[in-house]
C-alpha cells in the first residue's frame, strides 16, 4: 500500500496550547527542568519566543514537543494524553522512579501509578505523568509472553 514512500508515515511531534504566561522565561525554565530530568529532552532555543513559543527535542530533532501560546488555549480531560514507549520494563521503572522523586520536590508534578495490564500474550506496563502541560504522557513497555 506505501511502497511508493521510502518509509511508512509516523508520529514526529505533538502540539499543544498554552497560556502565555506558561511560557514566560520562569516557567520554561521550570518545565524545561522537569522534561530534562525524567526523560532527557531539550530545548531547541533557536525556536524560544518568551512567552510564545518553546520547543523540547524529544532525543532526535524528529521527535519533538511544540508549545505555543494562546488566548484560549489547550484543555484536555485529566487523562488525555500521548504515549511514549520504552523498550523493557526497566527502562520504565527508571523513567517512573525519576518522575516520582521529582515529585517529592514539586507537587505539581501529577502522576498516575504504575500499572501492568496482563492480556495473556503481552502484558503492557505503564504509568501516567504531567507537569504544566495541558496533556498527560503515558509511558508504556510490552512485555510479550514466551
Same mark, same amino acid.
Given at each position: ?18 497560556? $502565555? ?13 522537569f ?6 529532552w ?9 512567552r ?5 527535542? $524529544? ?10 501560546? *494562546? ?10 494524553h500521548?504515549g511514549?514507549?520504552? $523498550?523493557?520494563?526497566?527502562?520504565? *521503572?527508571?523513567?517512573?522512579?525519576? $518522575?516520582r522523586?521529582y ?11 504504575r500499572?501492568?495490564?496482563?492480556h ?27
Amino acid at each position: 500500500m506505501f511502497e511508493d514512500l521510502p518509509r511508512h508515515p509516523r508520529f514526529n511531534h505533538v502540539a499543544m496550547s498554552m497560556p $502565555a504566561d506558561l511560557l514566560d522565561e520562569r516557567h520554561r525554565s521550570e518545565i524545561l527542568a522537569f522534561y530534562a530530568d525524567v526523560f532527557g529532552w531539550e530545548e531547541l532555543p533557536t525556536l524560544t519566543i518568551d512567552r510564545e513559543r518553546l520547543v523540547l527535542k $524529544a532525543h532526535s530533532y524528529e521527535e519533538f514537543v511544540f508549545l505555543i501560546a *494562546d488566548e484560549k488555549p489547550m484543555s484536555c480531560a485529566r487523562l488525555d494524553h500521548f504515549g511514549m514507549s520504552v $523498550a523493557e520494563p526497566s527502562q520504565l *521503572d527508571a523513567l517512573y522512579s525519576r $518522575a516520582r522523586r521529582y515529585r517529592e520536590r514539586d507537587e505539581r508534578v501529577e502522576i498516575v501509578e504504575r500499572a501492568v495490564e496482563d492480556h495473556g500474550t503481552v502484558k503492557l506496563h505503564s504509568f501516567y505523568v504531567r507537569f504544566l502541560l495541558p496533556m498527560m504522557i503515558e509511558v508504556q513497555c510490552f512485555e510479550w509472553a514466551q
